[in-house]
């Protein structure tokens, strides 16, 4: 089992930034990936940010120059900084583990941008 705990959401006016963290525990070494996804209402879930344990990382188009995904050298916590803010990025916000037997969720964190 793996344990995703999120912190770092929050609200923020457009053309701001804020920065995501989300910290994995117990079976950690079972991880290959992890990543981002959010929600926003009415909408389906998307794949925000990934980043492999080869540090291959993919994005979103709509996030791409504005967010970032990094982990720590231990690749425990997977952080996502977040520029440039808009409205439009309001959702709430998970964290993802995955693994080869299955994926794991954090409890999701909510971000709200206001114009």
């Known amino acids: 089992q793996v344990q995703l705990v999120e912190s770092g959401g929050g609200l923020v006016q457009a053309g701001g930034s804020l920065r995501l963290s989300c910290a994995a525990s117990?079976?950690?070494?079972?991880?290959?990936?992890m990543g981002w996804h959010r929600q926003a209402p009415g909408k389906q879930r998307e794949l925000v940010a990934v980043?492999?344990?080869?540090?291959?990382?993919n994005y979103v188009d709509s996030v791409k120059g504005r967010f970032t995904i990094s982990r720590n050298n231990a690749k425990t916590t997977v952080y996502l900084q977040m520029n440039s803010l808009k409205p439009e990025d309001t959702a709430v916000y998970y964290c993802?583990?995955?693994?080869?037997?299955?994926?794991?969720w954090g409890q999701g964190t909510q971000v709200t941008v206001s114009s």
């Open positions: 980043i492999t344990n080869g540090d291959r990382i």
């Open positions: 117990g079976s950690i070494l079972r991880i290959t990936a």
């Open positions: 993802t583990a995955y693994t080869l037997s299955r994926n794991y």
